[in-house]
């Protein structure tokens, strides 16, 4: 065994060590990034194929159509109430919350003493982590008997004579299970998300560009609307488009307290239904490969086109922020 | 006369000057207080569902609950035996569990994917944009997905089908999260580790997972807590079931589908279940949430 012996193997006539784990691993790497590509496909084209002999039947008049019928022989479908309904909730949600969102983001960033920021951001990021079919019964439970009692009994007559307003107030059901009480509800679901992202968005603007605006004398207040809302107002659009993005598909809790009546709310305090709620409420019922069936499958494509287009343009908008 | 007018256009001009000062002081002051009401109202609403659950689910919250089966209404006849929700308990953690399992490994991958390979390509930034938008898609259209892929084809709602659905929420969250912590780990460690020699899959797997370990284990529990209370998609793919039940390949129970139905049965000792099940489930994902927050502070 001299060293003579030993031969250097010839380069290249080796692989490396590990260069097959290395391809192996690369290749497990991209098929699960694809997986995800294709998992989104199958979705898109699962939801239309399911849907394809409610649109065939109804042609584009689906979309807008405003009756729904399930009755077996005069059986007649159209989405109109239910994509109505989820706008119209999932934007007065918006409206109640960004105020809020905005003074919580706001309170943490500027104002809070910094002990406290740490407990109140957990407590808020908490309310994120509630399940959406508890916010439905506490909803039913707390939300929809005040908006009865306090709101609709107290000032409906004295809101429904308000001139050219007025007939939003105005309603013959008194459930309390209306559009009003969903939208409370949905707002109160997105407030943590609108938050969060507004906190992380408002943490980000250079200490140094709000230290000038306070050394010339600037308030608080006019930081905020001078420096901090014009450096991140992208952004915190990117989030409240997020916000409205969850409020379009959330199920549960609409179902819970929105009335799920086929029926156009023309006041706040009327009862309607969503995309999400109808899914919930009538698929688990129905025959399967009936038409109604389908056409469920038909306005959860529509809903899903919907919340795509939002949460895309939110992912567009907060892009600058995630790297 | 001319210093007179000055002296006089000196002193207007503080006056308006304090004027505005106190103005602004005073909107700089009233925004405070919104604030202040803002963040109060928010905690309020936590403390409301916090403080509603405890009231109502305590009332029928013991240990019949928690080892008994579903019973029918007994009508206020308290001879009658009490119902449990054992049977959606068990069926929860099975499909969760399963649920986790499936979609852990192909978020781990596809995270990784997007941290050590992706880099600037267009197909990492599909892959990225396309996991964001599932990670906030309506859950009730997976549920219709898995529907028309599993349950149709195997002819029945089943526990299985439960589990794929709630494993396709699970994905994004872990892919976020992985991303997320890997992102974090400083190059130079991935470069000590390439410069002895070792290939990429081992630097990745046994330097890089380990790195981010916590991190990573933080976003499986927050998946985990997440699908707890999944109800929607659970609705349409194991649909839920009145007895205890293993199989698989049947109809499932769940807590958050047993807590619907019976929070809709319009009976009242049933709704109790409801409120207990509620309870349960929300001290379960809030109990997981507090666990991870705390891992992860830890380690930042």
Known sequence: ?323 | MSTTTATIMASRNIEQQRSLGRRRKFVDKLVMYFCLTATVVGLFFLLSIMGTLLWRGLIALDLIVLTQEFQPTRYGDDSLPKGGLIHAIVGSLIQTSIATAIGTPIGLLVGTYLSEYAGKSKFGYAVRFISDILLSAPSVLIGLFIYQLVVLPQGGFSGFAGALALAIIVIPVVVRTTEDMLQLIPNTLREAVVALGAPKWKMITLVAWRAAISGIMTGILLAFARIMGETAPLLLTSFGNNILSTDLSRAMASLPVSIYQQANSGFPDLIDIAWSGALLVTLGVLFINIIARVALRKRA
Request: aromatic fraction near 12%.
């Open chain 1, 1 to 323: 065994m001299s060293a003579s012996t030993i031969k250097a193997p010839p380069i290249g006539a080796r692989r490396k060590p590990g260069e097959l784990g290395d391809k192996i691993f690369q290749w497990m790497c991209v098929g699960a990034g694809g997986f995800v590509l294709i998992l989104l496909g199958a979705i898109i084209v699962t939801l239309f194929l399911g849907g394809l002999p409610a649109f065939e039947r109804f042609g584009a008049e689906f979309i807008w159509g405003t009756i729904w019928d399930p009755v077996e022989g005069q059986e007649e479908f159209g989405a109109g109430v239910a994509i109505l309904g989820t706008v119209t909730s999932s934007v007065l949600a918006i409206i109640f919350a960004v105020p809020v969102a905005f003074g919580i983001a706001f309170f943490l960033t500027e104002l809070s003493p910094p002990w406290l920021k740490r407990p109140i951001g957990t407590a808020i990021e908490l309310l994120a982590a509630v399940p959406s079919i508890i916010y439905g019964m506490w909803g039913l439970f707390v939300v929809v008997p005040f908006v009865q009692m306090h709101i609709q009994f107290a000032f409906g007559d004295q809101l429904a004579a308000i001139p050219l307003i007025g007939f939003l107030f105005q309603s013959t059901n008194f459930a309390g299970t209306s559009l009003f009480s969903a939208s409370i509800v949905l707002a109160i679901m997105i407030l943590p998300f609108i938050a969060a992202t507004m906190r992380d968005v408002f943490d980000q603007v250079p200490p140094v560009y709000k230290e000038s605006a306070y050394g010339l004398g600037a308030t608080r207040w006019e930081v905020m609307t001078g420096v901090v809302i014009p450096y991140t107002r992208i952004s915190v659009v990117g989030g409240i488009m997020l916000g409205l993005g969850r409020a379009l598909g959330e199920t549960m809790a609409v179902t819970f307290v929105i009335g799920n009546a086929n029926r156009i709310a023309t006041s706040l305090f009327d009862s309607t239904t969503t995309i999400a709620s109808v899914i919930a409420m009538e698929f688990p019922e129905s025959l399967t490969g009936s038409l109604q069936q389908s056409a469920l499958f038909a306005i959860g494509f529509l809903l899903f086109v919907i919340s795509f287009f939002v949460l895309a343009l939110s992912r567009y908008l907060l892009r600058p922020r995630l790297k």
